[in-house]
């Protein structure tokens, strides 16, 4: 079984969804598909976040533009037998969740900071958790997860680190048998073991995790799907006669990780080189390239 994952780009317009959907269709089944948000959701669930904090309620406004964004694409890929329950679940989420998250940080002058942290975690969850919905709803043999109910952080100094073991123990459980079929997870969301707050693996954790999964379930590979045809020699837009690498070690990669290469988050590479399992960085919008292999 293959874990795959598709990044903002990747989720982020019918395009590059209908690519999505051709790309998943030709593996075999059972196959796990991981997602980001839509491209540039994150950013603006966060900017509105900031508005939402200084009581400008037009942050309403870009939610509405976001609504908009995601019915479109639900009539642009969702099969017709799930596209209005699709619908329905976008408009709750936004309804019964985020405006209501929104006017409470608008309209609470006192919030204490930990609740307002609270809050913004809540809220920039639901990236992750609308593309989701949309993606499962592309295959008649979509399957939905959740991926709040298996991946666990701890408090970790001012930040959050992965809790290993909670995980282990909760991905076990929830892909115990898993039937044929897409099985679609939301990147980078997670909840805190002792609390149960809404929590995240820190931004560009979607590839985290895929990697994760892929490793705890000894996938027999991890695809990184993104816009770019893999690792390049060197920045393309200051070289441009940079060329894709096309098989690096993990050590490798974990260095060009750590230096800056925006291809994949760090902590990524870990679980999966633990495991052997051999990571491509492929490109959704020219799937015949070759991409990169990252192995030993
Ligand atoms: N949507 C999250 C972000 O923009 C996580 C991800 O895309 O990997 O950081
Ligand atoms: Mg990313």
Redesign the pocket.
């Known amino acids: 079984m293959k874990v795959m994952k598709f ?2 780009t990747s989720v982020g317009s019918v395009e590059s969804l209908l690519n999505l959907k051709d790309i998943v269709n030709d593996e075999q089944r059972p196959v796990i598909v991981v997602v ?2 839509m491209g540039g ?3 603006q669930l966060l900017a509105m976040c900031e508005q939402a904090q200084q009581r400008d309620i037009s942050c309403l406004d870009t939610l509405e533009l976001a609504r908009k964004r995601h019915h479109d694409a639900i009539d642009g890929v969702v099969i017709e037998p799930m596209r209005e329950q699709v619908h329905a679940t976008i408009d709750r989420f936004i309804d019964e969740s985020l405006k209501p998250y929104y006017l409470a940080l608008a309209t609470n002058p006192h919030m204490p900071v930990d609740e307002i942290e609270r809050v913004c975690d809540a809220i ?1 969850a639901h ?2 958790i609308l593309s989701s919905a949309i993606v499962t709803g592309m295959f008649d043999d979509g399957v939905p997860h959740l991926s709040l109910n298996y991946m666990r952080t701890v408090p970790d100094g001012a930040g959050r680190v992965l809790d290993g073991e909670e995980t282990e123990r909760l991905v076990r459980r929830d892909f115990a048998d898993l039937t044929d079929g897409v099985h679609v997870v939301q ?2 969301i997670s909840r805190d073991k002792e609390t149960g707050d809404v929590t ?10 895929a990697a994760i999964l892929a490793s705890l379930l000894d996938a027999e590979s991890l695809e990184i799907w993104t816009d770019v045809d893999g690792f390049m020699t060197a920045d393309p837009r200051t070289h441009p006669d940079a060329t894709v690498i096309p098989q690096m070690t993990y050590a490798q990669a974990q260095e060009m990780c750590d230096a800056g290469a925006k291809v994949i ?1 760090p902590p990524t590479i870990a679980p999966v080189a633990m495991k052997h399992i051999p990571v491509w960085v492929k490109n959704t919008f020219n799937p015949a390239a070759p991409g990169t292999v990252i192995v030993d």
């Open positions: 990044g903002g980001s948000a959701f994150t950013n920039v990236g992750e990147g980078f995240n693996l820190g931004r560009g954790g979607s590839d985290y995790t988050y």
